[in-house]
């Protein structure tokens, strides 16, 4: 985390960054301010919440996440919010499979007064047994280990232009279509392990391209690229093996000329490699962290990228 709170993963690795300070205790004040469900209503809020710990506002994204997802917050007397995040579920409402924890945000000026601390422990609380996971920054690992998260993984953020190679995956892609979307969602929830029907069905909206592969006429894979700052993010990124997963990544980079962003479980050795070699370069490295389960659900082998890492 950055200074005392966040570091986006999807915005990582820039400069000025201090060590994580949330282990002071709120001063009453603050500490006695309530912590309230966000909504959409609250997307400007949120962006200059980001905008205000010197990170992009991330509108797109934000505007995303507190649709799909929960928000929570505390708001300041004196106008905006003192902090945020946002927690995405999967699986049945009633009983998730699992919860994703991201965006956790401090304003600058109510930094280093556990403020952090305080929200995810609201928010743990408010889960009850649900499993939770998260990406976490180098620097803020540490608070989410205190918290009961343990490490469970890696991903590592690659950033470039994507160059082709001479050669291109002969397997065949193309844009995903309305029909595509029942085969779509049954390959997630095989590949992911629990029901995100809420997520996926709002991808057409959400991304600049949404593109299968299919081998006779059944769907292998499929891929998305959304817009943030000035790049694509790819993500999710959902393939039958590696060679598809590159064809996806290739047909996305082939539509649009700006840089490729993804954050790619560090287990797919052959495709970061490749992805290397097409332009790509790392930026960064966070932990896959999970709290009540010891490994996330689902097939890692065929899972390559998140939608975002705020979003798991």
């Known amino acids: 985390m950055a200074k005392s709170s966040y570091v986006s993963p999807e915005t990582a690795g820039r400069p000025g960054q201090s060590s994580d300070s949330l282990t002071c205790v709120p001063t009453p004040s603050l500490a006695a301010l309530p912590i309230r469900r966000l909504t959409l209503r609250d997307l400007t809020a949120c962006a200059d919440l980001s905008e205000d710990r010197g990170w992009p506002r991330e509108e797109h994204k934000w505007g995303f996440l507190l649709t799909a997802g929960k928000g929570y917050g505390i ?147 499929y891929a998305g690229a959304w817009p943030n700052m000035n790049t694509q993010v790819v993500g999710p990124l959902i393939a039958r093996d590696t060679e598809t997963a590159k064809a996806l990544i290739t047909s996305l980079a082939a539509h649009t000329d700006r840089p490729l962003r993804t954050d790619i479980d560090v287990r797919h050795e052959e495709l970061l490699a490749w992805a290397k070699e097409r332009g790509l370069a790392s930026v960064a490295f966070n932990a896959v962290m999970t709290y009540g389960i010891s490994e996330l659900p689902g097939d890692w082998t065929r899972r390559f990228a998140p939608l975002t890492v705020a979003a798991g």
């Open 75 to 221: 708001d300041d007397p004196d106008g905006g919010l003192v902090s945020a995040c946002v927690v995405t579920t999967y699986g049945p409402l009633d009983r998730p499979d699992l919860g994703a924890i991201g965006m956790v945000l401090v304003a600058e000026r109510h930094a280093r007064r556990g403020i952090g601390r305080r929200l995810m422990h609201h928010v743990i609380s408010a889960m009850g047994t649900t499993p939770l996971t998260l990406h976490a920054t180098p620097k803020g690992r540490p608070l989410y280990e205190e918290l009961g998260f343990k490490a469970t993984g890696r991903a590592e953020m690659l950033s470039g232009h994507f160059r082709p190679g001479a050669s291109t995956p002969e397997v065949a892609t193309r844009a995903a279509t309305a029909e595509d979307l029942t085969a779509i969602l049954r390959l997630d929830e095989e590949v992911f392990g629990a029901d995100r029907t809420h997520i996926i069905t709002r991808l057409p909206a959400f991304t600049d391209q949404l593109r299968v592969a299919e081998e006779n006429g059944r769907i292998i894979g």
